[in-house]
């Protein structure tokens, strides 16, 4: 049987740009707000994974062509390098820096390695959670 | 040089090489190199930060440089960078023996990245000085062992891993349940300061009850009467270098934390917790004596013996003297080292007879005299005869028994002892005496040899362990004077 998804094929390519660009939203509202990589990283896995719902895996994978196991393993590395940066200034692991510039087009910001941090748990986030979904939902 | 971080690259080396594995994925021979040199590198790192504790004391950092009880502290003494590089040790042998018998199929499914992500756990566990990180690092370490217990997908492996993530999940569920009703009370997390907070208000009854709490937490993963139930089957579902590590590591963290927690928090009602803690100790040994001698499975009989070694380490531990303390450190690392060759030893045992029913053994020394007299001196080792390494720490746990007047417990820890001889020399009796019973099957004798390398060398450190102990003492005196007095610990944490 052949099932009718116009509709929801037709919003949910849409509605992924919305969710996505949402989620790159909260990902840099996090750390002085709430939000950050973890969330973000979520909110992109939603959005993928509501086209997943209206495609299907092929064509994912299709459109996402990347190697997800890759991806967790680069989100680990930039996180763990970020957090090991302090290894090479002898200050205590972890401890992070932060500082404002004045930057064209921004104006004045705040800069924070915490937010490469944060980027690391963001790819770790959507790398291993479609790596999950992609294997439990790969099986029929 | 001084390195802040020196203790954290025991945690941190493993943790990259696991990463960086997870890019080669197909090429075993890489994955193979780079474990081998991830691991060299951390027993590098380990022993530098053994050397830096002997000579400059206990280390600690905070993380994120936050002051000390509000941070996560890792804290580095004697007993846990001791305890991170015999597992260090461990590894590189049970990995080295992997080559020839894992099998590529599970190589090529993150075999190696599941272990150095466990080997990060475990190390993280020994050295964290906070409660709740203690229990992220037990995350850790488990969620790489649900890996390696169903890696392969063998029937029964598939069977025995629903039960051990099963058990798992509850007495994590536990634990966090624990440290919510310490924080509760206490107010910290901080372990040094927990240690200051339980001594100001005098330990009252609700402190005692979440000790007995912790205890049936540690006492899940680290295999204590009664809460063994599901290690023996658990751990004899995964193939042979899986059981070693296993067996050699993961219910150690849940002694360490035991020995930790009963040395450093919940030191003033001893009447009642280390009472409690020595009378489960000693029904440990009778009922892994019970089931060391019921089997006539190699694995079973071996993996009894681990519920032994924990029960004689904690009874160590309950002792709460210098003796029983040092005992129960210098045991400690025997055990891990004599059970990572004993498994290693019958898993090239199983290998040449393809069997590991011991009826249907016989006669092996004949064809494989290395292997018998090998696995002979590991079997005398394990029993504690002079002068090999079981010996110094069963003689100072005695010690410390008759000095707190627990004689009863050290005749039942000599008993026991004779039983352990008697299991372990009935393998040699049965597999290497006699005729032969069946037909060999062909190995590869390239094959064999690559196996019994590690063997060799993990019984000959066993043997320099024990031989070598007078050298090594001061070391554990080291470690056990930290767990004898927390002040020194306390200090060493909340210095400024």
Known sequence: MKTNDVILQTTAKVVFFIIFLFSIHIFFAGHYAPGGGFVGGLLTTGAIVLLLLAFDLRTIQQILPFNFTIMTAIGLLLALGTAAGSIFFNVPFFTHAFSDFDLPLFGHTSLHTAMLFDSGVYLVVVGSAITIIQSIGGDD | ?496
């Open chain 2, 1 to 496: 040089m001084n390195m802040i971080n020196l203790l954290l690259f025991p945690i941190i080396i493993p943790f990259f090489f696991a990463m960086i594995l997870m890019f080669f994925k197909e090429q075993v021979v890489v994955q193979r190199v780079l474990t081998l040199i991830g691991l060299a590198l951390s027993l590098v790192a380990s022993f530098w930060l053994i050397a830096t504790v002997k000579t400059e004391g206990i280390q600690t950092v905070t993380l994120g440089s936050w002051p000390a009880p509000f941070g996560i502290t890792m804290v580095s003494d004697m007993f846990s960078a001791l305890l991170v590089t015999t597992t260090i040790i461990i590894t590189i042998f049970v990995v080295i023996y992997s080559f020839s018998s894992i099998g590529v199929e599970r190589e090529r499914f993150f075999y190696y990245p599941a272990i150095l992500f466990m080997i990060t756990g475990i190390n993280g566990a020994f050295t964290t000085g906070d409660i709740f990180n203690m229990f992220v690092f037990f995350e850790v370490l488990l969620i790489a062992s649900y890996l390696l217990i169903v890696l392969g997908g063998e029937k029964r492996q598939l069977r025995e891993s629903i039960k051990y993530i099963l058990v798992n999940v509850i007495s994590s569920a536990i634990f966090v349940i624990a440290v919510a009703y310490l924080y509760s009370i206490i107010g910290t997390l901080n372990m040094a300061d927990i240690s200051v907070k339980i001594a100001e208000i005098n330990q009252p009854g609700i402190i005692s009850v979440i000790a007995i709490l912790f205890l049936i937490v540690f006492g899940i993963k680290g295999a204590i009467f009664p809460l063994y139930f599901w290690l023996p089957n658990s751990y004899a579902a995964p193939p042979i270098p899986i059981l070693a590590l296993f067996g050699a590591l993961l219910t150690k963290v849940g002694v360490y934390a035991i020995t930790r927690t009963y040395t450093l928090f919940f030191v003033h009602d001893i009447g009642f917790t280390h009472q409690f803690l020595m009378v489960l100790a000693l029904l440990t040994i009778i009922a892994g004596c019970i089931g060391a001698l019921a089997y006539f499975d190699l694995k079973q009989i071996i993996i009894y013996n681990i519920i032994i070694a924990v029960g004689v380490i904690l009874f160590g531990v309950a002792q709460m003297n210098t003796s029983g303390l040092e005992g129960a450190v210098y045991y400690l690392l025997h055990d891990m080292l004599i059970k990572g060759a004993l498994f290693v030893l019958i898993g090239i045992i199983i290998y040449a007879t393809g069997t590991s029913n011991l009826r249907e053994m016989g006669g092996l020394i004949k064809t494989h005299a290395t292997l018998g007299w090998t696995y002979l001196i590991a079997a005398f080792g394990l029993a504690g005869i002079p002068p090999l390494s079981g010996f110094i720490g069963k003689v100072l746990i005695t010690k410390g028994a008759f000095e707190a007047d627990h004689v009863i417990g050290s005749i039942i820890i000599l008993a026991s002892s004779l039983v352990v001889l008697l299991s372990v020399i009935r393998i040699f009796i049965y597999a290497f005496w006699g005729p032969q019973k069946n037909e060999l099957p062909v190995r590869d004798q390239r094959t064999y040899r690559q196996m019994m390398f590690p063997a060799i060398m993990l019984v000959l450190i066993t043997v320099a362990y024990g031989v070598g102990a007078e050298w090594l003492m001061p070391y554990m005196t080291d470690a056990a004077n930290v767990l004898a007095d927390p002040s020194i610990y306390i200090n060493a944490v909340l210095k400024e």
